[in-house]
């Protein structure tokens, strides 16, 4: 069923990894019983910024798992081939990161032990339903597939005939997640930035380039630590997707900057001001923004010159490069610039403190400690498909 | 289970559907199917007659418990005074003879309240009187309905509030950290036929209560003999509360 | 063979475990005295009857608390015809049963359950008495 | 199928007949008290019984299974945990054994696949189910003595407090109940859906899972539905525990069904496949350490065998070996 005994095996630095991220997870729940105990007053939020680094990693990592739907979609729609062996890899990045967008939700929130309010009173009209019911779907929709493809590979039999329906529904499955979630920020009235039908397809050309490009980072990282690869040419290819998706992605965010900036509307202004210059004196943002945009520009050069993006050297670099530059973009700028300026046109300040990055840790940590025990599973059970094609 | 799935999405489409032909309805002008909306109209010039007065904001946090938190960023106010700037952001009365003037600000108990559309929990909801209401048992501190509001009504209990009550008022209980609260014009003072505690207490009669939906009530012909404004009316929210200019 | 004192070893620690009732009844000196509560501040006629009260004071509270908050009515007719305001501070503490700390809690504490009810309602004993005491108490 | 049927059937006479008892206020009072420590007799001179009878029993022979690289040469890695070689090792493997129900996590399952082809595949829904029932079984014991211990220790309102953290509900929802539940008619339910384990499951193994549905069935129509006066039912549980018995409090059908159910599974308890909970710590396949090879294990009884040594024997006839020329170890 689990496989997990395969996980329970392992030389001394793998178990020297998972003491390291049990330590971790261990460090943001101590940290989270405080807030617990104290409230959420603990971090860095205030009654302008009522939203920040849980909700902005949580929005990151909606994307990462839709973006699973990038390895699968074109093995199971177009029948490409190359993909055969790593959309596994793929499915269980997106259940570690969904899980880790339940526990960032799940630490955001005031009231922990009333979540099930959510679902004794189902609210149809709300977002945060629906997303949350996405959520819950895309998780089961994942742990199925990867449980009975894997399971039946390890049995030597084929995936039973009602896995392929579930793996087409899980497709635009992966969609919805991303869309609903951007959903829930692009119906506000009063916060401008978010206010963009944009915002949605933004979401998803993000996702799509930050999920992939961490696909590519783990299968190397898989390749150096365990001496099994995956298919050079299955590498290369998503290599492409990220490049598209990337140049969509920036293609957007400039379709928003020329939008806000060109008819100067001051409430559509002032968030990129504010991200991007400093807001009457308010600049804590600038640099991470900066930073993401340059990293930005980098990494399109790197991807779209194929000479650089068939660099076996280069190409990890351009991933990171990618995922570093969404990951501030998504995972911090969006989300707290869409308070900035607040409603009353006061311009606040948030600064993420030290227990809110502490659980933020142990939330990562938890994704990795998962995403370490389910690729640990996959490469014990099927070492060979990644050194097959090598050569290629 | 076939049939409840089926069901299940039927309910859904149609509860999608009604909502958006809600909105559409709203969107023609039929809002005013209610037979009471409550509504305040607020006398800004009255009201700055007395630069200095908190009668309304002290009356309020006694009588509902309202913490006063010191540091600003976890405070938590129902009705509370700003600039003409801020209560009017995307208005321009700089030159206006009210540019100085402190103006009272609170809950706008919309017609079609963005908090309400959003709340997963249904802990905020709109009364039959029009009053937007909470239910401090049942929300579950997620603060989306804090993003959702245009008019930073609302503010949410970052710490527990019980330390920053000087004197509680035994009749209402306080909050506990973690969830939102927010002005409620008095429900349980209007459950008795009174008048909310702030426009009671307020020594210029600045502010006016009343039914908007009743031609003959005092807050119409105020509203009838007055120029006033509300605040974003663009963002079609519907405020219920007006400032007589 | 060897491992007999093992055995009854063992058996004696779960003897122990599982009589741990009676040896800490017996160590602890106590009763099969329940809780006594303070009589009703003003003894009126009840909402209802005390027997239904014993077991499910909770959900007529929960009843009432929906009528007042979702329903916005706050009066709530009880067995006895009287009429009673809904407030669990005003009227359920101040009007019948007196103090928290009296009444609420003998059982609570007695039972083991620490109903949320306290984190938000005031005591009416309480009310103009440090808050945090009040919270730390339970 | 039958046996199932049986098995609820008697659950459920028995909770019949129980609430039929309560109807009669004089035998409800009678019956309350004498049911209960006749019940807790039996339980615990039956479980000491048992047990006694267990360490009479000679085990004379290591016969540790094992899976895993036992301790050998210095440069093989043994596997502590699989083949124990010494009395630590050995706490670890029951630990495991006691806590996480290692061997059902090994359990695989044999299926038959096109080709005909036999796969061996894991099957770990067995150890899950007894996972969820069998902790879920302990946090709602522990849960229980709020209401047989004055004062009340800390552990008991921590597993209390952790077990209602969901606020739902009034009084409030605990998730063992919910889990426990999913548990037991999983169990149940596995019984008769796979034919194999349906051939050889037996009246008792129905009867079991059944008593302690029915318990829990019993105890959450208490607690959510039926309702009962629980500061009465604790000054009852305290009379008993401290052989002052009160009477129960006055409508109390419903907890006297779950009293009566109680009762049955602590008298059946030592007499059927249950006092697995005392066999588990007395299983030779687990307990014993894998020392064969280091250790001379001699059976204890062995009575004195008469020994003739080659000495001797030389000794005896070493004149007649030495007439024939034969070669003497001794000169």
New interface residues.
Partial sequence: ?????KALTGSKSYWRWMLILAAVIATGFVFYLRQLDYGLGITGLNRDVTWGLYIAQFTFFVGVAASAVMVVLPYYLHNFKVFAKITILGEFLAIAAVTMCMLFIFADMG?P????NVL?YPTLHSMMFWDMVSLAGYLLLNAVIAWATL?AE????APARWVKPVILLSIPWAVSIHTVTAFLYAGLPGRPLWLTAVLAPRFLASAFASGPALLILLCLLIARVTKTQAPRESIQKIAVIVTYAMVANVFLILMEFFTALYSGVPEHREPFQYMFTGLEGHARLTPWMWTSVILAAISLVLLIVPRYRTNPRLLPIACGIVFVSLWIDKGIGLIVAGFVPSPLGVVPDYVPTLPEVLIVAGIWGVGMFILTVFYKIVIAIRPEPFAGHAGA | MNLSRKAFLRVSCFSLLGAAMRKTAAAFGSTFSRKVQWGMAVDIRKCARRPECTACIDVCDQAHNVPRVPDKRHEVRWIWKDTPEHAFEGEDFRYSSIAKLPVMLMCNHCDDPPCVRVCPTQATWKREDGIVAMDWHRCIGCRYCMAACPYESRSFNWVDPRPYIKTANPEFPTRTKGVVEKCTFCVERISQGREPACVEACPEKALIFGNVMDANSEIRRMLSSRDHVTRKPELGTGPNVFYLL | ????PV??G??AV??AV?????W???E?G??????ELARPATARQCVAST?FM???H??L??EMRDQAVRSGDPWYVGAGHGTYTISLTGTCLEQCHGSKTEFCDR?H????????CWSCHLDAGHSTGSLTAMRSSR | MKRAVYSILTVAGIAVLAGAAARDAAVLRWLAVVVPYAAFAT??LG??WR??V??LS??PFRIPTVCGQQKALSWIKPDRLESPPDTLAVVGRMALEVLLFRSL??NTRM?L??GP?L???????LW?GAMAFHWSLLVILVRH????????PAI??AA??LDG????G???FYVTDAVVVVGLLYLFQRRLRDPLVRYISLFTDYFALALLAGIAFSGIWMRYFG??????I??????L??F?P?AL???SDSFFVHLILVSTLAAYFPFSKLVHM?GV??SPTRNLANNNRARRHVN??NYPVRVHTYEEWETEFRDKLEAAGLPLERK
């Fill in positions: 069923m689990f496989l997990v005994e009231q032990a009333r979540v099930l004794l399971t390890r049995n030597g039999t | 063979m060897r491992d007999r055995i009854y063992g058996l779960f003897l599982i009589t741990l009732p009676f800490r009844g017996i602890s106590v009763t099969t005295k329940g809780p027997e014993k077991s499910s909770m959900l509270l929960m059982c504490d007695y039972a083991g359950v620490a109903p949320g | 339980f615990v479980m000491s047990v006694t267990w360490s000679p085990a996590f090994r299926t696949r096109e082809r796969v061996f595949g894991e099957n770990k829904f899950l003595l709020r209401l047989f211990l004055e004062p009340l008991v309102l209390e407090k953290f969901f606020e739902v009034t009084p409030v309702r009962v006066d629980i500061t009465g604790k000054e009852f549980a305290l009379g525990a401290t002052r009160v409090p006055a409508p005392g710590f007395l204890p009884w």
